[in-house]
């Protein structure tokens, strides 16, 4: 399994889709659950731990993180800062 070091964060992506009325199938870019999160972002010598935890379902900006294929999943790894939100 990946361990994220620093701020950054392992998201499996979401597979959240939905057809319309004519069958084409859209997905929703930006979404994911968080696999992982490293210790945090160090700020004057001190490490600032994340408010993110394992399980969480998070919303990502697009365009964002390094996709990685790890154990035939495909994960994303991205820094803290840009992750949008946590979807409650």
Do not use: F, H
């Amino acid at each position: 399994m990946l361990k994220p070091l620093r701020d950054y964060v392992v998201l499996e992506k979401a597979k959240e889709e939905e057809k319309t009325k004519s069958g084409i199938i859209l997905t929703e870019p930006g979404k994911g659950i968080v696999v992982a999160v490293g210790p945090g972002k160090i700020e004057n010598g001190t490490v600032v731990p994340l408010e993110l935890q394992i399980g969480q379902k998070v919303v990502y900006k697009k365009y964002s993180g390094t996709e990685i294929k790890e154990n035939q999943k495909e994960y994303l790894l991205i820094e803290a800062e840009n992750i949008l939100a946590i979807v409650e």
